[in-house]
């Protein structure tokens, strides 16, 4: 998921609107922010609580996504608009479609499968962001600088004298003049065992 949430505001045809083709809520939120917020905090399945309902954003969008809720609503004309709203709001039926498998739950792939494959072999260069930092690969699975070997990790965090690395991100490798990061060779191998 996106670390930047540029949301558009809640117009055009989502913007729900009253008899008189006003706003039938000051504070319609778009559907899009509750989207991204249920898909990172909820599972297929999951209630999720909204103490206060307004026009069902959260209602719709949960349905859409497979999940249950609550809705609490004081004001009778926003609870009749959200009963509406949700009635036609279509659930998307093929749960697999709804889940998103968190990176913890994929295949862990050691450093030394990428050597013992063949996609990188020992002797090969990786280097740092913008080439400022170089190691070498070992038969072993690890990587040696100038001074140190160990683990992608902790060599990664060593070079830029940080605490910690994630060293399948930091690390690269040139392909023809350009460096991708390692990591592109571990989705590669993970791709297989699926």
């Known amino acids: 998921m996106r670390s930047d949430w540029l949301l558009p505001i809640c117009n055009g045809g989502e913007r729900l609107k009253n008899e008189d083709g006003k706003k039938a809520h ?27 309902f307004g026009s069902g954003t959260t209602g719709a969008v949960a349905k859409q996504l497979g999940r249950d809720f609550i809705g609490i609503e004081r004001d009778p004309d ?4 959200a009963e509406k709203r949700i009635a036609n709001t279509r659930r ?55 001074e140190n070997r160990g683990s992608i ?10 605490p910690a690395c994630n060293g399948w991100t930091f690390w690269h490798v040139d392909v023809e003049g350009t460096l991708v990061p390692i990591d592109v060779l571990r989705q590669k191998l993970r791709a297989e065992l699926n």
Do not use: C, N
């Open 78 to 81: 926003y609870l009749a608009l």
């Open 26 to 52: 000051p504070t319609q939120k778009p559907e899009a922010l509750l989207h991204r917020v249920v898909l990172a905090s909820t599972m297929v399945g999951d209630v999720i609580l909204d103490p206060f």
């Open 153 to 162: 990790h902790k060599m990664g965090a060593e070079v830029q004298g940080a």
């Open 92 to 146: 998307i039926s093929e749960t697999d479609l709804l889940e998103t498998p968190s990176k913890r739950e994929q295949p862990r792939i050691p450093f030394g499968w990428l050597v013992e494959r063949g996609l990188l072999r020992p002797g090969e260069k990786l280097y740092g962001p913008k080439r400022r930092h170089a190691a070498k690969v070992r038969a072993d699975g690890t990587i040696v600088t100038s």
